[in-house]
């Protein structure tokens, strides 16, 4: 099975009210973990890679391991560019073999978002690949861009339309409350509930998704900034050395809400490093006498592994429908 685009995962997703599961892959175990989970729950899965990682291990090293990937395992895998900052950056990924790209225009004008998120569509377009676009700015780290809480702004329902049709784009990243990376909330945004001592975020802004389905109904929409930080791999990482205090993330329930309306891509990258942190410090805690990398990495990746089968399973809900994305492509 060769990589395959995101149109059909997404016409799947929507119609049976699930989501794709979108993982960030760095390096050849964070792959295998992600891959091996998604191929024993027969679920269609999407590879990222952000220009960071592409700096960090070569994108031809990552387009090669997604490749393996697909060799060991027969579900559909779509390779993508997670946050492309420029023309460039989306040019030379699809000109790579990557399936989709993301071009993050959501630090510009309104108008400049759609000149440049047009750029790269007509030349995505022209050589098969789908783009995802973004409007509104979300809060948190990325790569070198970091963006302050009172700088984020939510999506604005009446400015989609307009966006959907000048850039031509084939999903749409929205900012509904979720943030990058694995301090999301402050403790004062939050209510520490008293039974679990676990912090609790507001809610997302469901009311403003539902207003944007209704302005574009049907159209894929992408959640960032989706990890759920969960406890049981803080309290690894806490109780073997590691020092991350009052991270919070996204509740698992709301994603699973989000899943089901039009939310067809949900991104997660965070939730993956606190697995592998996870992992490789608790292996060091019992075997501090260790020093080969296979000993201490595979832990992380059967974490990793664990953590994507736990969200296929409980949060994105597309356990088993793999053969139907993969009739739907076959049929095209
Ligand atoms: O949205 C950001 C992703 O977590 C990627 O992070 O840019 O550090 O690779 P990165
Ligand atoms: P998290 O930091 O919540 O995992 O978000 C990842 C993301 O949005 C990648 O684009
Ligand atoms: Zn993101």
Excluded: W
Aim: charged share 25%.
């Amino acid at each position: 099975m060769p990589l395959v685009g995101t149109k059909e995962m997404f016409k799947k997703a929507h119609e049976g009210g699930f989501a794709i599961g979108a993982f960030n892959v760095n390096n050849m175990e964070i792959v295998q973990g992600i891959t091996g989970a998604a191929a024993e729950l027969n679920s269609p899965i999407i590879l990222q890679c952000s220009a960071g990682a592409r700096k960090y291990a070569n994108s031809r090293y990552l387009v090669h391991l997604v490749r393996a990937a697909l060799e060991v395992n027969d579900i559909p895998i779509a390779l993508h560019l997670d946050h492309g900052p420029d023309y460039a950056t989306c040019k030379s990924c699809i000109d790579d073999g990557f399936t989709s790209v993301m071009f993050d225009g959501s630090h510009y004008s309104f108008e400049e978002n759609i000149q440049k998120t047009k750029e790269v569509v007509e030349y995505a377009h022209s050589k098969g690949v789908v783009v995802e676009a973004e409007l509104g700015q979300l809060a948190g780290v990325e790569d070198d861009v970091s963006v302050d809480a009172d700088k984020a702004h939510y999506t604005k329902p009446e400015e989609v339309v307009e966006f959907v049709s000048k850039t031509g784009c084939d999903s749409l990243a929205i900012a509904i409350g979720t943030s990058h990376g694995a301090f999301k909330f402050t403790p004062e945004q939050c209510t520490r509930n008293p039974e679990t001592g676990v912090l609790e975020p507001p809610e997302l802004r469901f009311d403003i998704l539902a207003e944007i389905e209704k302005q574009i109904p049907g159209f894929p929409i992408v959640l960032h900034g989706a990890s759920s930080v969960i406890p049981k791999y803080v309290k690894i990482i806490n109780d073997n050395g590691g020092k991350l205090k009052d991270a919070v993330g996204i509740p698992e329930g709301q994603l699973r809400k989000a899943a089901k309306s039009a939310v067809c891509k949900i991104n997660i990258d965070s939730d993956l490093r606190l697995a592998m942190t996870a992992g490789i410090r608790e292996h060091f805690m019992a075997h501090p006498e260790h020093f080969d990398p296979r000993q201490y990495i595979a832990p992380g990746r059967d974490y990793i592994k664990e953590l994507v089968a736990h969200k296929i399973k409980e949060v994105l809900g597309s356990e088993g429908t793999a053969p139907a994305i993969m009739e739907l492509i076959n049929n095209k």
